[in-house]
């Protein structure tokens, strides 16, 4: 990709959009992660602050974001991996049934709709500082 004569990669371009948008005031790196993954969910994944200083050891800056995109984007594909084994599913049929899960991470209540895969990765990042799933893997 090409912006005024630079050539940039998606990462360059994510952390440029995303500089850009912390930069408008009120806005913030989560908001910012927010309006960028409802702008573009195949691409841009939410985070709020206590995720990243709890979870994934990153500061809010642009390189942060990106290191943490391509986290996502690792977890995302071998999530998708596990679910094509454990299920029998081809890759498009894993992404449905994944996209297909609870609303929200309260189980119990299954109200199930069709969500971006980008929305079930916020929200296990939401769920698993506040585990105890996590403190059995450690």
């Known amino acids: 990709m090409s ?3 630079h050539d940039l990669t998606v990462g360059d371009v994510c952390k440029i959009l995303y500089s850009r948008m912390v ?3 009120g806005i913030g790196a989560t908001n ?7 702008s573009m969910p195949e691409l841009f994944i939410m985070w709020d602050s206590r995720n ?4 994934w050891k990153l500061g809010s800056t642009p390189a942060d974001y990106l290191a943490f995109l391509k986290d996502m984007k690792i977890f995302a594909s071998e999530l ?3 679910v094509q084994t454990n ?4 890759r ?9 899960l609870p609303l929200n991470a309260n189980w119990n209540s299954f109200v199930s709709r069709r969500k971006p895969l980008a929305k079930l990765l916020d929200e296990f990042n939401y769920w698993l500082p506040n585990s105890n799933w996590l403190k059995t893997q450690l």
């Open 23 to 25: 930069l408008i005031p």
């Open 3 to 5: 912006l005024e004569g």
């Open 52 to 55: 990243i200083r709890e979870l």
């Open 80 to 82: 998708v991996s596990s």
């Open 87 to 90: 299920e029998n599913l081809r």
């Open 32 to 38: 910012a992660s927010k309006i960028l993954s409802l």
């Open 92 to 100: 498009d049929e894993a992404i449905i049934w994944l996209e297909s």
